[in-house]
Structures are given as structure tokens and as C-alpha cells.
């Protein structure tokens, strides 16, 4: 019998529950933080948080305490936090068919597709309707917006959640966590409840089952990662 068949069929819930909160508990608090008191200059500082902090969702802490979510994307241009906000316009499009540069057509009746202006501009175009030299329709167009958010003088903290190192963090923890429990007898027992434990195989049930454990937990937790602009005001 392979260890992870040998883990499922004898493990307890007792020791199953007090396993995962190990686990759990293991995880949280797992941090880093970044000083720019720390760093050689604010230039160094600000394209750190730049590369590190790309696409991530964000929470800024203001001098003043209140703090900010963000998601998608944040950089640090000219000591000013911007973030990258998605927006979209709908309108009714009437267009010479000499403006469109391609339409790439999306369903069978011919009425909704992907469009490219001359300009470059790409729309989702629905219920197209083509009239001799001209095409109308309803299009969507969608665009990223970089908007300036606050002063880097005015944070204090600026802190996101890698969920990467997060799973790397639980599956390292869970793996030595889950073969130290698997070896004393925490996580398998014999199925009559007496008998000698096989522990090496417990061992090696308990790692496993750690992994997996750790590795989801870890994810679910992730690492978090601080940059500290102003900690003392």
C-alpha cells in the first residue's frame, strides 16, 4: 500500500483538525518588509517597489492611517503613486468602411466581432449592420488608465499579498511540519488502533499530505510583502 492510500485510510479526525491548524497557523504573520530608510536611494527604492509590485493588488496606509485598495497595477513615477484603472465606453458607431481596418467576426450570424479602427483602436462590436460603404454598430471600447493617486510623502505603507511565495512558504513549512507529525504518530494510526506505526511510512504520509495542505493553505494566505515609505509619521 503506497503512503498516500496508507494516509487516508488510517488517518484520525482528531489529528487531522489539530494537523491542518498547525498548518494554518504556521502561515500567518509570514512577512517581509522593505525600509526606504533601508534602501541606498529613493530612486533604488521606488524601482524595487516598481518590478515587485507590478500587477499586484495593493493596500496603501496614508500618514493620517486610512488606507487604500487597489487592484490590478501600481508604479512609482516622480515621488507619485499611480494606479492603472480599467475603463470602457459604449456608444452607436456609424462608420465609413474605409475607417475599419479589420473585423474579425466572433459569432456564426455575423453580428457581433472584434474591430480595428485605422487609429488602432479596437472596439466590441455588436449588432453590426453593413449599408453599401458604411458599417454601424454598437461598439465597447476599453482602455487602461494611469491616474495619479498620492504623494509618496503622504504613505506610510504600501504592502501586497504574493500568493507564489505564499504556496513556496506552505509547501517548504508543510513538508516539515506534516513529516515531524507523521513520525511522532500524530497523523496515522493502525486501523484497529493497536499495533506497532510504520513510521517511516507515517513520515513520508505526513510530508506528503503537508505538501498539499501547505501548498493550498499557503496560496490561500499568501506572503505578504511591505514596502515602508514613512513608518514614523
Known amino acids: 500500500m503506497s503512503f498516500p492510500s496508507a494516509f487516508f485510510k488510517g488517518i484520525e479526525m482528531k489529528p487531522a483538525i489539530l494537523f491542518f491548524l498547525i498548518i494554518s497557523s504556521a502561515f500567518t504573520g509570514c512577512s517581509t518588509t522593505y525600509y ?52 470602457s465606453e459604449e456608444k452607436r458607431y ?24 485605422n487609429t488602432g483602436i479596437k472596439l466590441n462590436a455588436e449588432s453590426i449592420f453593413i449599408s453599401g460603404d458604411s458599417v454601424s454598430f454598437n461598439g465597447t471600447r476599453e482602455w487602461i488608465n494611469k491616474k495619479p493617486l498620492v504623494r509618496v510623502d503622504e504613505i506610510k505603507n504600501v504592502s501586497y499579498k504574493d500568493h507564489l511565495r505564499g504556496v513556496i512558504h506552505g509547501v517548504l513549512g508543510g513538508i516539515l ?11 496515522i494510526q493502525p486501523p484497529d488502533g493497536h499495533g506497532q506505526i510504520d513510521h517511516y511510512g507515517a513520515t513520508l504520509a ?20 511591505n514596502y515602508q515609505f514613512n513608518p514614523g509619521r
Not at 511540519?177 to 497523523?187: D, F, H, Q, V
Not at 505538501?211 to 494566505?221: F, Q, S
Open 206 to 225: 505526513g510530508a506528503f499530505s503537508g505538501l498539499i495542505i501547505g501548498g493550498v493553505v499557503g496560496y490561500l494566505i499568501g506572503f505578504n510583502v
Open 94 to 117: 456609424h462608420l465609413p468602411t474605409g475607417e475599419i481596418r479589420s473585423i474579425h467576426y466572433i459569432t456564426h450570424d455575423f453580428k457581433n466581432a472584434d474591430l480595428v479602427l
Open 36 to 87: 526606504l530608510k533601508d534602501s541606498r536611494s529613493e530612486e533604488n527604492f521606488y524601482a524595487d517597489y516598481n518590478k515587485s509590485a507590478s500587477k499586484k493588488n495593493i493596500e496603501v496606509i496614508l500618514n493620517r492611517d486610512s488606507i487604500m485598495c487597489y487592484d490590478n497595477h501600481s508604479v512609482i513615477r516622480n515621488d507619485t503613486l499611480y494606479i492603472f484603472e480599467r475603463e
Open 177 to 187: 511540519l506534516g513529516g515531524a507529525l507523521g513520525a511522532t504518530g500524530w497523523i
